[in-house]
């Protein structure tokens, strides 16, 4: 039987997440229903994807009772309030990175989904490419020895994207893409929280690319400093601000694993200077973000979690989304970033 899914959001990466669907067998996935604020947009996203029921609103979602599964692909200030909406309903969740604003809403909401025995995964897709399973596959064989220094690195210019330097609507370098190159560092320390966190950068100047906040702006570049036992460590640099290399080391005491360029989404993988290419299925409709057929293997793999009845999945346990905010919180406030959904 099919896993139906149910759409919330009519947005760009609610568009690539239903193409990325349709790259697997319809008889693993259906898209089933779809809901927006806006009725108008959930018909036309419907229309455009085949989907046979939208909803201009998330409660309409949340009593579907042939949904199995819930795509949470809105703003992030709302992935909380969404979120629990649906597990409170009963339906399983996979929600768009970050989870939540900060760790304190994330762990709310992991707390909702043991209480209604649902599952619960965040979407850091790159977790699920198959270079990241070759990644892990290296590391669980020590083919590189013991890992002392990982190194990851995001940047590109997006100052003039309007969600991204609105503190209102979760705007923000770390929240946006400095969760990839956290869940990478995660994913070579198999989950181990760091001894320290050492951050430092620069926020946007108000003024700048139509950025008027009241108060101060959101984190613009930062750097942050992990420092494990054993003398290891891991050095993250984002930034929105300019194009960086954008790629991800894993140097062990035996040899090192490099993803070359695009660490968020990789087809490529160097194993101690030798190359490996795992190309992607071909989009069946044009996509908003690069490599988004990728999102495939996020939701092939929540299926068979949902088939063998898990709650949480193993390959990205809810315990990691914890540890990756907290992380995410300790170098905004080190940075000097402080969005009302703090306030206690």
Not at 24 to 48: I, M
């Amino acid at each position: 039987m099919a896993t139906s899914w149910g759409i919330c959001g009519a947005g760009r990466i609610s568009h690539d997440f239903v193409v990325a669907l349709k790259t697997l067998p319809p008889e693993s996935h259906q898209v089933v229903a779809v809901a927006s604020r806006d009725s108008s947009r959930a018909r036309s996203f419907a229309k455009k994807h085949e989907i046979p029921k939208s909803y201009g609103s998330y409660e309409e979602l949340a009593t579907d009772p042939s949904v199995d599964i819930v795509y949470v692909g809105i703003i992030n200030p709302e992935h909380l309030r969404v979120a629990l909406l649906m597990l409170r309903a009963g339906k399983n969740v996979l929600c768009e990175k970050p989870m939540a604003m900060n760790l304190r809403q994330v762990q709310q909401l992991v707390c909702a989904a043991r209480h209604s025995d649902r599952f619960l995964m965040e979407g850091l897709w790159t977790r699920f490419f198959p270079v990241s399973n070759a990644i892990r596959e290296l590391l669980s064989h020590n083919d590189v020895g013991e890992v002392k220094m990982v190194k990851a690195e995001f940047g590109t210019f997006m100052l003039e994207t309007p969600r991204l330097v609105d503190k209102e609507l979760g705007g923000g370098v770390l929240l946006d893409i400095g969760c990839y190159c956290l869940q990478f560092v995660c994913m070579a320390f198999s989950g181990e929280k760091p001894e320290s966190v050492q951050a430092t950068g620069f926020l946007t100047e108000k003024g700048k690319y139509g950025i008027n906040h009241p108060e101060t702006g959101v984190d613009e570049a930062v750097t942050i400093v992990l420092k494990y036992s054993r003398k290891r460590m891991a050095l993250v640099t984002v930034t929105m601000a300019v194009q960086l290399a954008n790629q991800a080391t894993i140097s062990g005491t035996k040899g090192t694993i490099t993803i070359p360029g695009l660490m968020w989404c990789p087809t490529s993988l160097v194993v101690n200077g030798k190359a490996q290419e795992f190309p992607l299925p071909a989009p069946p409709q044009p996509l908003n973000f690069i490599n988004s057929t990728g999102l495939c293997y996020e939701a092939e793999r929540v299926r068979q979690c949902l088939q063998k009845g898990l709650k949480e999945c193993p390959d990205l346990p809810l315990a990691e989304s914890e540890l990756i905010m907290s992380i995410l919180d300790e170098a905004r406030r080190q940075v000097g970033v402080v969005y009302d959904q703090d306030a206690a």
